[in-house]
């Protein structure tokens, strides 16, 4: 047997096997929707799971009360939904680490410690996303489950892909809509309107048709075809992307301003980048392209999304987009560099960049005035071009 399966072998072994299958509650962090296709996985795999309220400044306050001061922003607020989910009755909590030299590899061993020594009983399941990704993955489920039944397997993770892939449809249609629309508010609606169907469906069959039925009932919102509408590009740090309330809703604030907003990062994509073996690919990944773009600039990826920054700034200038808008949270060490290289990047490929930084101490007034500015000039950069 090879070291890597033995060290393998020996990581599986040092899960919890105290609390049997049938009275595990299983809880894991909050992020944007993601509770939508992983309740679909693991209830369909039999299991009792807790989900913790919405990331909130009630979540935050315990975030930041339990935390080193310098660590970074999502790292509180993973803690934070552990807590409320404990609270709840959850006695198994799930993580994923993944590869990348920021702070992310110690987040579970840190969340375990500071738990430990706030008197909790729990079992914590880690994805490990350094190697064997898909037995990784499979074993965790079965540790939490210990379902057998290839069906339910299938079953779950069928909906649970095809709800995270509707998801980031709905998302995608959204982002378009909301600057277009003539009513204010139709696209909203319609968003949560499929949210709802989406958490509802359970049926693979049906699961498969949500994409194109998402594109149909949007297509149908007045949209006002003549308005002159921006394109921003969204990049940054993984979780102040996807999480609306660490990001103050800034998707929607551009919208209302008139702006498309094209996040770079989806959860979809990066899922499949993470689990799909790079044989299966038939087109470049965004990850590929970023780099590729990126390479006059840095030649390597140093953790986090620090090259995707890079890459689709690089891109987004060369496609005619608009501007940039840059999110990372306070002290993220890899989107620390790129915020350094992309004033460089800004200037060479002549597109303007704003970075924002986000912490529990950033005031909503500020935020939305510095983008306003922002917007101004991308506006008056757009209509100078024409
Ligand atoms: S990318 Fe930045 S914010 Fe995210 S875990 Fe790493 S250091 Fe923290």
């Known amino acids: ?53 919405a990331n909130s400044n009630e979540a935050l306050e315990i975030g930041v009360k339990n935390s080193i001061e310098g ?79 290839p069906w339910k397997y299938y079953k779950a993770f069928s909906l649970g892909f095809t709800k995270f892939f509707a998801i980031d449809c709905a998302e995608k249609m959204l982002l378009y809509y909301r600057p277009r629309e003539i009513n204010k508010g139709d696209a909203e609606r319609c968003y949560e309107k499929w949210l709802k ?38 990049l940054g740090e993984f979780f102040v992307l996807l999480d609306p309330y660490t990001n103050q809703h800034i998707e929607k604030e551009l919208g209302d301003m008139g702006v498309e907003v094209r996040r770079q990062i989806m959860f979809s994509g990066w899922l499949e980048h993470v689990l799909k073996p790079s044989l299966f690919y038939k087109k470049e990944s965004h990850r590929e392209r970023a780099v590729r773009n990126a390479s006059k600039y840095m030649k390597r990826a140093i953790g986090g999304e620090c090259i995707e920054t890079i890459g689709d700034t690089v891109y987004a200038a060369k496609n005619g987009i608009d501007g940039v808008i840059h999110l990372m949270p306070f002290s993220c060490m890899p989107e620390i560099v790129s915020q350094n290289i992309l004033s460089k990047v800004s200037r060479e490929e002549n597109i303007p960049v704003l970075s924002l930084v986000l912490d529990e101490q950033t005031g909503k007034a500020g935020y939305i005035t510095r983008i306003e500015a922002f917007i101004d000039l991308v506006k008056r950069r757009k209509l100078k071009k024409r």
């Open 71 to 149: 660590i970074c922003l999502p790292y509180k607020l993973n803690l934070a939904n552990y807590i409320m989910a404990l609270n709840a009755g959850a006695n198994t909590l799930m993580m994923f680490q993944a590869p990348g030299s920021c702070r992310l590899g110690n987040y579970t061993k840190m969340a375990q410690k500071t738990l430990k020594t706030l008197g909790y009983e729990f079992d914590m399941v880690i994805f490990d996303m350094y190697r064997n990704k898909m037995i990784q993955t499979l074993h965790a489920f079965w540790h939490v489950t210990r379902c057998l039944n």
């Open 1 to 53: 047997m090879s070291n890597a399966a033995e060290e393998q072998i020996k990581r599986f072994s040092t899960m919890d096997d105290n609390i049997p299958a049938r009275d595990r509650i299983i809880a894991w962090p909050r992020m944007g929707r993601i509770d939508i296709p992983l309740k679909a996985l693991l209830t369909n795999l039999g299991a009792k799971i807790v989900i913790p309220p």
């Open 197 to 234: 169907i989406i958490d509802d469906c359970n049926s693979v069959f049906l699961s498969k048709f949500l994409c194109s039925r998402i594109k149909n009932d949007f297509k149908k919102i007045p949209t006002d075809k003549k308005k002159n509408v921006p394109v921003i590009y969204l």
